[in-house]
């Protein structure tokens, strides 16, 4: 072998070829490296995303101290589905290029122990990590550890912190009057969510507008008192609890099977006790899930790759009641859609006193803008009926001129006087204000199944804030107290009347975003706000009174964003790898086609169904494909199936943990350990239960730290 005496090396001179060497064939480097002719450097890539440079002969210590000084930046265009890349290795004299850079990375994997790298979301703004990790600080036992999470300094307690653009985080009470602005806030930009449920689920069970103003003011306070109780006694964290689209779809399923199509006399109070009754059985599993432990099982398999087509298919089974139900008046549905999208997307940077308000509130703005108009072209006279009677089923009206009239106008129109008239100015929400709920084991079963795919959304929601907010994720303990919690608010909103269960909103992770604001105090106050408004019985009047074309407008915009922000969890996992673009693909494609076969099987093109188009999809039980002696099977295999986001689940948490994948390239979300947990204050100040509950639950180890 050639010595390492540099008084021995030859004199600088004309450069001999270099020898022939052990060279990788080119179809082989090229999966490696991507095939490129050149590199900006040399590096070793390893599993686990770290960069290390190759130790250098220990004949040259100047060119290692100052490759240590400098390290290599890595290549941003390798290929992310390559596997580790190989380093590119210099001629040597004696042609064993080869065996020395496997010594050289068996050596590396000996002396380094491996460490997560985690990358930048959000566009690299807040140095978020991207798996959800909690930091860990570094440690020397015989050879160098890098902490690789950005961190600023230390925090109150003595721990390294990150940075973060939030204006207030967790722990934070910034003072009153912006705790009270602040948490309005928060609650009138997620208002679309709130109020939209009611005013679709309602109508479609045959109530009127009393009972729509009711049900409104009754899912204003079930939100504020099941948001107080979570932020105080389950995760923790700065989520808004209210009827979530997850419930929407199963419920009008239950509302359009086959034995409530040919009732007489209140439909609406019939229904809504079989939804109660469904909705209490669905949740007290959702509660015993949390609150047993077997969600901390069921965890391992809720990854990214998981969430976001679940998510997103929620958003996209409501296609066919979207744009259908706009064109019933087409000039006040198209309006309110532009007005929303001018808002979010070209006057997003629009600040007014430092707050993006056309962002933050452009649901709320489009919405007023598009009712104001609506309503001075009904007082004005353009929205009459033209001596046409509206008081006259459609069914029964001759004129085929006053049977499309009359219906548009119905759209059209803005009637406010008949619902204010008809509220009161204080009315209480009370419990089993409807009648003693009804219990089916079919529908029960249904909601159960639903309360797995609500848990599985809360999850995404959950580790997303938590990397807004909090100083670290949450222990699986503390997830699982707060799908425990939210298993007993969506009991107690059935047992309210609120038509749907009660859980984590996924907007929450937007108007965080977007407010910067992560206190729980404000979002506490602004609980308090929405239960002060329930009790004035105008508010839900007037809510009441918003056409049935403008809601289905909003919810388009509600819909579009939701289905965005399941596929942004993505960022949390390789979102070029073919593994994660296939399983993704594959889940959204089943979840729209197989539901569409559950739906369109045994319907004539030619049939006449008692139910409008728009509400076809959800009559599946009384025609789907599985037909058993069992009709309760029927129904509850038919609903089931013909639910968008139970198949884009089921394909997703299959293949997601059959597929073969590495940690990094699936995302996996990683939370807290509890041990760390217990070390760390600042961790124990953000989860910990107040008022020394904890100590209630410091038997039961899977509900806490």
Known sequence: MASSDPSKKPRPGPWPPAPDSAAMPPSSWA??????????????????????????????????????????????????????????????????????????????????????????????????????????????????????????????????????????????????????????????????????????????????????????????????????????????????????????????????????????????????????????????????????????????????????????AIGLSFYSYGFPRVGSCIEIGVLQILLVIIFSLYLRKVSVLGHRVFLIYAVPLGLFITWAAAFLLTESGVYSYK???????????????????????????????????????????????????????????????????????????????????ASRPPTPGVLSRGIGLEGLSSILAAIWGTGTGSTTLTENVHTIAVTKMGSRRAVEFGACAMIVLSLIGKVGGIIASIPEVMVAALLCFMWAMLTALGLSNLRYSEAGSSRNIIIVGLSLFFSLSVPAYFQQYGISPNSNMSVPSYYQPYTVASHGPIQTKSDGLNYVLNTLLSLNMVIAFLVAVVLDNTVPGSRQERGVYTWSEAEAARREPAVSKDYELPFRVGKIFRWVKWVGF
């Open 31 to 312: 999966k490696r490296t991507g095939f490129r002719p050149k590199f900006s450097g040399e590096t070793n890539a390893s599993d686990s995303g770290q960069i290390t440079t190759l130790p250098l002969p220990p004949a040259q210590p100047a060119v290692q101290e100052q490759a240590q000084a400098k390290p290599k930046q890595p290549d941003s265009n390798l290929d992310l589905e390559a596997g580790p890349v190989a380093p590119r290795q210099g001629p040597t004299s004696n042609g064993e290029a080869v065996v020395a850079r496997d010594r050289a990375k068996e050596k590396d994997k000996e002396l380094t122990p491996p460490v997560r790298k985690r990358r930048e979301s959000d566009g690299g703004k807040n140095g978020l990590p991207t798996a959800g990790e909690g930091s860990r600080r570094a440690r020397n036992d015989g050879a160098a550890t890098v902490d690789v999470l950005p961190q600023s300094g230390l925090d109150d307690d003595g721990f390294i912190s990150r940075n973060s653009h939030m204006k207030y985080e967790l722990r934070d009470s910034p003072g009153l009057v912006p705790i009270g602005l602040y948490g309005f806030q928060h609650f009138l930009s997620i208002l679309g969510s709130l109020i939209l449920i009611p005013l679709v689920i309602v109508p479609a069970m045959g109530g009127t507008y009393e009972d729509t103003a009711n049900v409104v003011s009754t899912v204003l306070f079930t939100s504020g008192m099941t948001t107080l109780l979570h932020i105080s006694f389950g995760s923790r964290l700065p989520l808004i609890q209210g009827p979530s689209f997850v419930y929407l779809a199963p419920v009008l399923a239950i509302i359009n099977s086959p034995e409530f199509l040919g009732l007489n006399g209140n439909n609406f109070k019939h229904i809504m006790k079989e939804l109660q009754g469904a909705i209490i059985i669905g949740s007290a599993f959702q509660a015993f899930l949390g609150y047993s432990g077997l969600m901390k099982i069921l965890l391992r398999l809720i990854n990214p790759v998981v969430v976001s087509p679940t998510i997103a």
């Open 387 to 469: 001596g046409c009677d509206a008081n006259i089923p459609a069914a029964n009206i001759i004129s085929d001129h006053c049977r499309r009239h009359v219906s548009r106008m119905k759209n059209c129109r803005v009637d406010t006087s008949h619902a204010f008239r008809s509220s009161p100015w204080f009315r209480f929400p009370y419990p089993l204000q409807w009648g003693t709920p009804v219990f089916h084991w079919k529908m029960a079963l249904v909601m159960c199944v639903v309360s797995i795919i609500s848990s599985v959304d809360s999850v995404g929601s959950y580790h997303a804030t938590a990397l807004l907010v």
